[in-house]
């Protein structure tokens, strides 16, 4: 099957045609049992093979040390807001929050329930008030917080750390919901990494946890058992039913990563799409973006046309054209191309043809 659609979806997004071939071949017999995958038991020797191969393939491609738990969670990115302050803040409930765009604006008000948070300006002071703002790479740190986190790609605003913070020994935890995968990362700077799955690792409906051993300490002793990292840690993430349908699509597009090369050879491949549309958008003067360069999203890539009154065209032919869900966030406007993994460069070659055609067009 080819794709004759190319998705630009924020998420729950694209994901790669290999991957939903294997799940239709298998979606009624898997591994010769006659039954669905989501038919087994969670209990199940079947599938319990199917959850370690996962999380030992995503310990491969990210290089998790042995330090770290490796958790398959559900209520998405927004569940660990509030788990991972529930979590860390139990003996210590004061916590540094940086703030560079909606999510990690978002976060915050969950921390904010059950403790002392700050919130720290990501960006450093603009050189006029118009121009775009480069990320700060110090911030006024207080040495004595259980953790410092920020969001390292803001999928709304198409903003993305090219750096990873620098806080000492205050642990650092990360909200990676859309850039996970799409880039070597070194594990260790972290005391805590969360992704919500339906960007770079499957559907909807899961959550990945990598947490240091070290950490699982520090719950509220009130912290409800299904939110608590210790014990679904001890459990294997199988504390009550997890979403084993989900985990398994997790499992085949790790597989499918690995076959790709792994987070190297991805992270080389969205550097090149991003840069594609990038490099089209600043020779255009008809679309434009806006973030500072050194802090433009490679997976998440918003963009504006010169006039607003033809973005309902621009959408309907691109959809016409087979390049779909560009439009961009309501609280940005605009357009949106979410360029996750699966995403080939040729569909990112589409929008650019398109767009310049659309561009001409409008004379
Ligand atoms: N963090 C980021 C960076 C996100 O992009 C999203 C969802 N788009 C979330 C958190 C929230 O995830 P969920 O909808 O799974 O709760």
């Not at 319990?48 to 191969?53: K, N, P, R, Y």
């Not at 070597?184 to 005391?191: L, Q, R, S």
């Not at 199988?238 to 398994?248: D, H, I, Q, S, V």
């Amino acid at each position: 099957m080819e794709n004759t659609v190319y998705n630009f979806s924020a998420g729950p997004a694209m994901l790669p045609v290999d991957v939903m071939q294997q799940a239709q071949a298998e979606f009624c017999n898997f591994n010769n049992l006659g039954v669905s995958v989501m038919e087994l038991s969670h209990r199940s020797q079947d599938f319990i093979s199917v959850a370690t191969q996962a999380e030992q393939d995503l310990r491969d491609l990210m290089h998790i040390p042995d330090n770290y738990k490796v958790l398959f969670l559900q209520g998405g990115g927004r569940g660990q807001f509030a788990a991972l302050a529930l979590n860390l803040m139990g003996k210590n409930a004061k916590a540094d929050y940086i703030v560079t765009g909606q999510w990690s604006k978002s976060a915050i008000a969950e921390a904010e329930k059950v403790g002392q948070v700050r919130a720290l300006d990501g960006f450093v002071k603009a050189e006029n008030e118009q121009g775009p703002r480069a990320l700060a790479t110090e911030w006024d740190l207080d040495p004595n917080a259980a953790f410092v986190h920020y969001c390292i790609n803001e999928t709304v605003d198409g903003i993305e750390y090219p750096f990873i913070p620098e806080t000492g020994d205050v642990p650092l935890v990360a909200d990676m919901s859309s850039t996970i995968l799409s880039r070597p990362v070194d594990v260790t700077k972290f005391g805590l990494i969360y992704a919500g799955a339906q960007k770079n690792i499957g559907p909807s409906g899961l959550a990945v946890v990598i947490v240091r051993d070290d950490l699982l300490d520090q719950a509220f002793p009130n912290t409800p058992a299904i939110m608590d990292y210790a014990a679904l840690a001890k459990a294997d993430s199988m504390l009550n039913t997890p979403p084993t349908y989900a985990w398994y699509l997790a499992g085949l597009v790790f597989k499918w990563l690995k076959r790709q090369g792994g987070l190297t050879v991805m992270g080389e491949r969205n550097k090149a799409k991003a840069d594609l549309l990038y490099n089209y958008v600043d020779a255009s003067d008809f679309y434009s973006n806006s973030v500072h360069p050194e802090a433009r999203s490679w997976m998440n890539i918003p963009f504006q046309l010169k006039d607003d009154s033809l973005n309902e065209a621009f959408l309907a032919q691109a959809k016409a054209a087979g390049l779909v869900a560009l439009k961009g966030h309501r609280l940005v406007g605009g357009m949106r191309a979410s360029v996750y993994n699966a995403m080939p460069i040729e569909g990112v070659q589409a929008l650019v043809d398109f767009m310049d055609k659309f561009a001409k067009q409008q004379g």
